[in-house]
């Protein structure tokens, strides 16, 4: 029955999407770009698929459709991500950050939204951070967020530029009534957005303002009727909807992002994505109780090979004395972002390129990261002595590939030196 509730839904929205992309093509949307920007923010992919639909029903001129699907397939020169000064965002931390001008637009907004002393808190934003670092905002500035390799970034860079940031972890509680304006960016799930509105709704003053980013109406079958739910939700926070702005916030195409994308084939404009704004006022006491802050036990750990951002899932027992990268996708690149994919649980080594692998020995893999790692910095890290030739002969074989792996992203950014016949490898294995 469930099944069947889905096969509905996903009809109907890809007759939402299809009635959509017909209009826009009407309208002049001609070419891929143009189409992406006309449409309330449909992924490439449900992009292309539509198209597909309507030439085979006659509904749009084949030379037209032909004319986009072209477009899509070009590769167009990329640019690496340097203008961010983070470390890359990794799939698994559902980390996609705003252009340069939604990130302004943001901060100004909830200036403009605030008193003239008011205090601002930047909830799990490190993209807005760093960008907060530059601006002559004239406010108290807070950033709350996880201890990890990003947050570690953000406290050298504010450390560096005078410390204009208060920066504070998750971890250390989360906090009540201090800040008028909060701005967050959760991750477009249920599960991610409650918690995460709720923690604003404490931090924020009585009447100050909450600014967050939601899924438009492109994005999937169940993003209205998620917003709705949000919304229904935040009343209970003490949160009224005073404005509601589709499509005005702008992201970067994240590295593992256009990496899944040209797994398919397909290449579209480097900031294509977009976000509604929702502002939120806080004008009464929650009926809620307040966020408990905790911080479970992770389930992969991380280690840094060059730019490269290794995960690799935690395991109690080790089931195999031999170790391997074994493929898990033709090309090893998974074509898609979307947690629903079935493939995703079976990953047990995950790079910021969107690799993913199985392996049987996840410690082996760890300790010839950790190696590679401290090579890179010439710490002399090494990992625990193994018992036998075998185990170390296969954790120089293993720390070899994942060095290779690491040269093969560089290229792929833009920050290594070109080499087509390394680049057309598809890495297995096994």
Not at 153 to 163: D, F, H, I, P, Q
Not at 251 to 258: G, L, V
């Given at each position: 029955m469930i099944a069947s509730r889905r096969s509905l839904s996903q009809a109907s929205f890809a007759s939402r999407v299809d009635i959509a992309t017909k209009a826009a093509i009407t309208d002049g949307a001609?070419?891929?770009?143009?189409?992406?920007?006309?449409?309330p923010g449909v992924y490439p992919t449900e992009v292309l698929a539509?198209?597909?639909?309507?030439?085979?029903?006659?509904a749009i001129d084949a030379?037209?459709?032909?004319?986009?699907?072209?477009?899509?397939?070009?590769?167009?020169?990329?640019?690496?991500?340097?203008?961010?000064?983070?470390?890359?965002?990794?799939p698994l931390d559902y980390e996609w950050r705003f252009t340069p001008d939604a990130a302004r637009s943001l901060l100004n907004r909830a200036a403009d939204l605030t008193p003239a002393e008011g205090d601002l808190l930047l909830f799990g934003t490190p993209g807005l951070a760093i960008e907060a670092l530059t601006l002559p905002i004239?406010?108290?500035l807070a950033f709350l967020a996880e201890s990890n390799r990003?947050?570690?970034?953000?406290?050298?860079?504010?450390?560096?530029?005078?410390?204009?940031?208060?920066?504070?972890?998750?971890?250390?509680?989360?906090?009540?009534?201090?800040?008028?304006?909060?701005?967050?960016?959760?991750?477009?799930?249920?599960?991610?957005?409650?918690?995460?509105?709720?923690?604003?709704a404490h931090a924020c003053r009585p009447g100050g303002v909450v600014l967050i980013s939601l899924a438009p109406t492109g994005a999937r079958p169940s993003a209205e009727t998620d917003r709705h739910i949000i919304v229904r939700f935040a009343r209970r926070l003490g949160?009224?909807?005073?404005?509601?702005?589709?499509?005005?916030?702008?992201?970067?195409?994240?590295?593992?992002?256009?990496?899944?994308?040209?797994?398919?084939?397909?290449?579209?404009?480097?900031?294509?994505?977009?976000?509604?704004?929702?502002v939120f006022r806080k004008a009464y006491a929650s009926t809620r109780p307040p966020p408990v802050s905790s911080v479970g036990r992770r389930e992969w750990r991380e280690v840094g090979i060059g730019r490269m951002r290794l995960f690799i899932r935690r395991a109690d027992e080790t089931n195999s004395d031999e170790a391997s990268l074994t493929s898990l996708v033709d090309g090893d690149i998974l074509p898609t972002v979307s947690r629903r994919d079935p493939r995703r649980p079976l990953a047990k080594v995950w790079t910021s390129g969107n690799r993913i692998f199985h392996t049987d020995n996840p410690q082996l893999v760890l300790e010839a990261a950790i190696s590679c790692a401290g090579e890179a910095i010439g710490s002399?890290?090494?990992?625990?002595?193994w018992g036998t030739i075998r185990e170390r002969e296969t954790l120089e074989r293993i720390a070899t590939e994942l060095r290779a792996l690491a040269a093969i992203e560089a290229q792929e950014e833009g920050n290594g030196p070109?080499?087509?016949?390394?680049?057309?490898?598809?890495?297995?294995?096994?």
């Open positions: 001609i070419s891929f770009a143009a189409l992406l920007r006309g449409l539509s198209v597909e639909r309507l030439v085979g029903d006659e030379a037209v459709a032909t004319s986009i699907r072209r477009e899509a397939a070009i590769t167009t020169t990329t640019v690496a991500e340097g203008r961010s000064l983070l470390p890359l965002p990794h004239g406010r108290r990003i947050t570690d970034r953000v406290l050298a860079l504010n450390r560096a530029t005078g410390s204009p940031l208060s920066i504070a972890f998750c971890s250390g509680g989360l906090p009540r009534e201090s800040a008028d304006a909060v701005l967050l960016d959760p991750p477009w799930y249920l599960d991610f957005v409650r918690p995460m509105l709720s923690a604003a949160l009224v909807v005073i404005d509601h702005s589709p499509l005005a916030i702008g992201y970067e195409t994240p590295f593992f992002e256009r990496n899944a994308l040209a797994a398919a084939d397909i290449y579209p404009p480097p900031q294509w994505r977009r976000g509604d704004l929702v002399g890290v090494q990992p625990r002595l070109t080499n087509a016949t390394e680049r057309s490898v598809a890495w297995r294995w096994s």
